[in-house]
């Protein structure tokens, strides 16, 4: 089944890889640096996705799996550097941070150029939670302008050929 899956959706099938039991320790890091329960980003919304995507990685293209070290990588820097290191506590001011974080991350990993062969597997790895806030819907809009502008996007020219722009959602 998932071979006749992975030929549908043009990637190559291999099997799933063993998890690295580090791969998401930032945001455990984060939790006993700043304790801001599961309702906090470490453990809301940073740990949940990390462990879907690393647990989901193997459905990705050879340059989605690139695409998602990079953006574990640069998320995890950004937490170490710019939230632990500052000593920033403030559970507001961590999830705010940390959501500002993703839209630089995405776009210099490569997301528009990675999106369109993986669209799949990030569907079945982000929970429809992931997108009913407005911090959420904001750095949507952001990654969907950057990719409009991309030159080697392909998102931009197929946006462009619909006629459909992207929403300009303002925070509450």
């Known amino acids: 089944m998932f071979t006749k899956l992975a030929l549908l959706i043009g990637c190559a099938v291999s099997f799933p890889e063993a998890i690295d039991s580090t791969t998401c320790n930032v945001y455990s890091e984060l939790e006993s640096f700043a304790p801001c329960e599961?309702?906090?980003?470490?453990?809301?919304?940073?740990?949940?996705?990390?462990?879907?995507?690393?647990?989901?990685?193997?459905?990705?293209?050879?340059s989605g799996k690139i695409?998602?070290?990079?953006?574990?990588?640069?998320?995890?820097?950004?937490?170490?550097?710019?939230?632990?290191?500052?000593?920033?506590?403030?559970?507001?001011?961590?999830?705010?941070?940390?959501?500002?974080?993703?839209?630089?991350?995405?776009?210099?990993?490569?997301?528009?150029?990675?999106?369109?062969?993986?669209?799949?597997?990030?569907?079945?790895?982000y929970r429809l939670s992931d997108f009913l806030s407005a911090q959420a819907l904001k750095q949507v809009s952001q990654i969907t302008s950057s990719c409009v502008s991309s030159p080697s996007s392909v998102i931009g020219p197929l946006v462009k050929i619909y006629g459909f722009t992207p929403l300009q959602i303002k925070p509450f």
Request: include cysteine.
């Open 38 to 62: 599961s309702s906090g980003y470490a453990l809301n919304y940073g740990l949940p996705n990390c462990e879907a995507f690393t647990a989901k990685k193997w459905l990705y293209t050879t």
């Open 67 to 125: 695409f998602l070290d990079c953006t574990r990588n640069c998320l995890a820097d950004f937490i170490r550097t710019q939230i632990i290191a500052k000593g920033v506590s403030d559970c507001a001011t961590i999830q705010s941070s940390a959501f500002d974080s993703h839209v630089p991350c995405y776009v210099d990993c490569g997301f528009c150029e990675v999106f369109p062969p993986n669209v799949i597997p990030f569907a079945l790895t």
